[in-house]
Each structure stands twice: as C-alpha cells, then as structure tokens.
C-alpha cells in the first residue's frame, strides 16, 4: 500500500502512463542518434554480439582461466532482458564501434546473463545461484549492467546502466590501463578526454528545486517529503538532455512535487549541510558520495538515508519509474528496482 492517499492515484496512472505509445501499437522504436533515442521498451529480444561467450558452461574460475589463457586482463559479466532499450542501445551504438570493440575483446571476455534467467552459475568462490538470484545478489537495478573482475577474480568496477560511447570508452581504459588502482573513475575523467559540452558555464536551473541555503540535515526530524539531490555540472550535455524531456514531462513533473529537491554544481564550493548534518562543499560531498557521471540523481527517504541513485543514463521512462519506485517505497518490499517493476506492476 502507499502511505499516502493523494499519492495513490497518481502512482495507479503509471500502469498506463509506462507503457509507451510505441510498444503498445507494436511498433519497434528507431535506434538513431545517441542524444536521441527512446528508452521506451522495445518490442523484441536484445541481439548481443557473437563475441559475446554463449559457449561459457557458467563456472566462472574456468572462464576466468580461460580468458587468462587467451592473454585477456579479466572477465566481464553482462546483465541484461529483453525490451531493454538501454541495452539496445549498448549493442547496437558501442557494441558496433570499431575502436570500443577492438579494445573490449583484446582487455575481457564477456559472459552474458539474463537477470531472469534460470541457469546455475558457479560463482568464483564455488557458490552456486541461478542467474536471476546472482541478479538480486550483485544489486542489478538497471539493465545493462556490465561487473568488471581482474585476474584475481577482483571486483574492480560496476556499470550500473548505460553509458555513451564516448564515457565507455573512458571506462575501459580507465580499467584496462590499471588507473584505478590508484585514483577513481571520476578523477580519472577529469584528465580524460571531456563529454560533449555546450558553452552555457550555469546550470540548467530546475524551477522546482529549492534555492540556497541547502540544509538537508535530517538528524532531529524526518523530513515531509523523500528528499532528491540532483548533482550536475555546467556545459554538461547529458544534464542539458535530462532538463529538456525527463524533467519536464508533465507526468514527471507531478511526482516530482511530491520530493524535497535540490539542485547542486557538484564541481562547486557552494555550501551544504547534509542529511548527517555535516558542513562540505557540495565539491566535497560529491566526492564522499563517489559521484562520477553528471547528472547524478541520489534519493534519499525523509530520515536522511540514501536508498537509490541513478548515475548513468537516464530519459523519461527510467526516471518517471525511479520516481515512483521512491515514492511508493519499493525499495522496502522488493530486492531491486527491476523486481518492483516486475511484481508491482510497472513491469511495462
């Protein structure tokens, strides 16, 4: 049940309001530019490409070995569901380019899993789980989710969601030329080569942000509304995108009155008190909070505590079911966002 009475008809209109014009007519929704595509769900199976490891009997040590043997650095795991447009988009936009291909399949093999699959996977250390338990294990809330392990069979990176080319590629040799044993991904990036920018050096200003001061300390009592930190950054195009169609659908718009917002320049030395009450910079607190993409939205509940994050990218139909998923508290009654979108029924 949700807590609210006003919220419950709002949230019931999600049944119809996700699923999208385009599936439901059975129409397939055009790949085109990166800036530009839908993550409406698409009405097919996601095709990976033939390098992919379909042949892995699932034992992870012996695909590790494997990979070893054939003088790779690593293993890569790949979650990922049918009508996924996220992971579409990874097959069809970075999975094609030639330069991310070449430096993926010379650095990792790569073992695709289904987040609802039924298969046994032998886990590195013997366990054994079925792939949508391993799903629920490793925390996949998004789809594509890609878990990098070294040749110790260390966790060295999760990509939770989808990542443009140009940040992709960013990651993989942020991975493959072994920087991160020595500074973050967000470190990395800036030294990196830089996103798309526009020359515009202020934030997109979010009308339904509050202004400064920023005190969100929520130590001595709970807050009215969960609480929406929007941590993004000037000249920042995907920050520009969110602001454009995602942040300013009218369905988007009316859950969103429902959170305490902030916007902040998590490059900046503007001044915050955050929800434990500390005194940084918002700088400072993006750093604590390894804030690596811009734009990052972190929810937290009316007590302070940060319960999800999206930090990769997000369009309308993820967000509207993030938002949702916050509001009704799903994080309480399910284990990841993909199974309240499932078993809630938002699952379209």
């Known amino acids: 049940m949700f807590r609210s009475r006003i919220l419950t008809p709002l949230l019931l209109l999600l049944l119809q309001a996700l699923m999208p014009p385009a599936l439901a007519a ?19 199976e996601i095709i990976h490409p033939d390098w992919f490891r379909d042949d892995s009997f699932l034992n992870l040590s012996e695909d590790l070995q494997q990979a ?48 609802w699959g039924s ?24 789809t594509p989710s890609l878990i990098f392990y070294d040749a110790q069979g260390r966790q060295i990176y999760r990509m939770r969601g989808y990542y443009p080319p140009y940040r992709f590629m960013a990651l993989l040799r942020y ?54 930190v929007l941590f993004e950054e000037p000249r920042c195009q995907a920050c520009d995108q969110l602001h454009t169609r995602p942040l300013q659908d009218p369905g988007n718009r009316r859950l969103l009155q429902h959170f305490e917002i902030h916007q902040l320049d998590g490059r900046s030395d503007t001044p915050v008190i955050t929800p434990e009450g500390r005194r940084l ?26 319960v999800f994050r999206i930090d990769s990218v997000a369009k309308l139909y993820r967000v509207r079911g993030v938002l949702a998923y916050v509001l009704d508290r799903g994080y309480e009654k399910y284990p990841t966002y993909q199974r309240w979108r499932r078993y809630a029924g938002f699952a379209r």
Request: charge should be negative.
């Open 26 to 44: 059975g129409s397939p929704v055009g790949s085109g530019p990166i800036e530009d595509f839908s993550d409406a769900p698409v009405a097919r």
């Open 68 to 115: 070893l043997q054939g003088g790779k650095q690593g293993l890569v795991l790949y979650f990922g569901q049918a009508n996924c447009a996220y992971c579409k988009q990874l097959m069809e936009v970075n999975f094609r380019d030639p330069e991310i291909v070449a430096y993926f399949r010379d650095h990792w093999d790569i073992i695709p899993l289904g987040i």
């Open 281 to 306: 910079t918002a700088r400072e607190w993006a750093r604590q909070l390894g804030i690596h993409y811009y734009p990052t939205l972190v929810f937290f509940d009316e007590r302070g505590r940060e």
């Open 175 to 228: 991975l493959g030329e072994g920087f991160y044993r020595k500074e973050r991904f967000s470190e990395y990036l800036q030294r990196a080569d830089p996103p798309p920018r526009f020359e515009d050096d202020d934030l997109n200003e979010f009308d339904l942000a509050l202004p400064a001061p920023h005190i969100l300390d929520r130590r001595v009592a709970a807050g009215q509304k969960p609480l929406l």
């Open 119 to 142: 298969r046994t996977v032998t886990l590195l250390d013997g366990e054994q789980l079925s792939e949508n338990a391993l799903a629920i294990f490793e925390e996949t809330q998004f």
